[in-house]
C-alpha cells in the first residue's frame, strides 16, 4: 500500500517552503527525492499541483485544493495520535482558520484574540473578516460566524449569541431632521436600508397597544450590504439605520448613536452562530475556539 500519509507530509513542505531544497532539509531528504514525490502525487492526480520556475515553487489552483485538504489531514492524524497516547485528551494545537463578519469580528474576536491565544500557546490563528457568506470547505476555513436564519446545510452549527435589531440615528441627525414619533414619521427621513431582504424598502413595527405586526415605507437615498457598512453610515450623520444590536451597543452606550421608535420595536431576531464542517471527534483546537467563545460572548 502507497504511504499517502508520507506524501503527503512531502507535498506540503515543498509547497509551504517554495522549494525542494527547504523541504529535504526540513524532512531529511534529499531535493531530488521531494521532486520525485511530488511528482509521483500529480502523476497519480493527473493533474499539475505545483509549477515549477528557476526561483520558486507556485501552486496551481488544483494545488491549493491538495495543499489545504492535505494540511487538515495531516493534523488529524496527529491529533489522533495524540489523543490515544494522552489518554483520550488532546491539546489544542495547529493552524486555526476562522472568519467573521467584520462587525462581530471586530467587537468580539479582535478584543479576544490575545486571550484566547495565551490560553492555547501552540494554536496559531488566521483571522479573515468578510461581510460575505464563505464556502468553507473551498476556502479552507475551520469556523465560520454568520449573523441570521440558519439555512438548512450540511454543516454544523452552534449559537453563539441573541440579538435583535434596533433603530438608531445620531444625535446630529435627529437635531437637524428631529427625532420621529411613529413609524409613520419615517417618511420625512432618509433611511438607511439594506440590499437584501424580502423588502428592503419597508421596515417591520409592532403596535404597542395591540402587539399586532404591521410595515411601514423606510426612504432613503442609500443603500448597504452589510450591518457594518449601515452601521458607519450612519455615524456619519447620513441617516436613520435598522442594524442588529451587537453591531451598535457600544456607540449607544459612547451616546454616539442614539436609538428611536424603541416602543414599535419588533425585536426580529439577530442570531450569531459558529459554523463548522465537522464530526464528533471535532479538531481540539476548532472545539476549543468555539467553547471559548461561547463563553466570553
Known amino acids: 500500500m502507497d504511504n499517502r500519509a508520507g506524501e503527503m507530509e512531502v507535498f506540503v513542505a515543498a509547497a509551504e517552503a517554495k522549494s525542494f531544497s527547504a ?3 526540513r524532512l531529511k531528504l ?18 499539475r499541483l505545483l509549477v515549477r520556475t528557476t526561483r520558486s515553487l507556485l ?6 485544493i491538495y495543499l489545504g485538504r492535505a494540511q487538515r489531514i495531516l493534523s488529524d492524524i496527529a491529533e489522533t495520535e495524540q489523543i490515544v497516547a494522552g489518554g483520550g485528551r488532546a491539546t489544542p494545537r495547529g493552524l486555526l482558520r476562522v472568519n467573521a463578519t ?35 470547505i473551498e476556502e479552507r476555513t ?37 427625532t420621529p414619533q411613529r413609524p409613520d414619521d419615517l417618511i420625512a427621513h432618509n433611511c438607511i436600508t439594506f440590499t437584501f431582504g424580502r423588502n428592503p ?25 452589510s450591518g457594518s457598512i449601515a452601521r458607519n453610515l450612519c455615524l456619519t450623520g447620513l441617516g436613520i439605520a435598522r442594524i442588529g444590536k451587537f453591531h451598535v451597543e457600544p456607540d ?30 471535532l479538531a481540539a483546537r476548532i472545539r476549543a475556539f468555539i467553547d471559548f467563545l461561547a463563553e466570553r460572548v
Do not use: C
Open 23 to 25: 523541504a529535504g532539509r
Open 30 to 47: 534529499s531535493p531530488s527525492a521531494v521532486s520525485k514525490l511530488v511528482t509521483r502525487i500529480e502523476d497519480r492526480l493527473g493533474t
Open 59 to 64: 501552486l496551481t489552483p488544483e494545488g491549493e
Open 102 to 136: 467584520v462587525g462581530f469580528g471586530e467587537r468580539y474576536i479582535m478584543p479576544l484574540a490575545g486571550e484566547f491565544l495565551a490560553l492555547y500557546p501552540d494554536v496559531r490563528l488566521e483571522l479573515s473578516l468578510t461581510d460575505g457568506v464563505i464556502d468553507l
Open 142 to 178: 475551520d469556523i465560520a460566524i454568520r449573523v441570521g436564519p440558519m439555512r438548512d446545510s450540511s454543516l454544523k452549527a452552534r449559537k453563539l449569541l441573541d440579538s435583535h435589531r434596533i433603530t438608531v440615528a445620531t444625535p446630529d441627525y435627529l437635531a437637524r431632521h428631529g
Open 201 to 225: 424598502g419597508e421596515w417591520l413595527f409592532r403596535d404597542p397597544a395591540t402587539n399586532a405586526l404591521y410595515t411601514r415605507p423606510a426612504p432613503g437615498n442609500v443603500q448597504a450590504s
Open 252 to 281: 449607544i452606550d459612547s451616546g454616539n448613536l442614539v436609538e428611536v421608535l424603541k416602543d414599535y420595536n419588533p425585536h426580529e431576531p439577530e442570531q450569531v452562530h459558529a459554523v463548522f464542517a465537522g464530526h464528533e471527534h
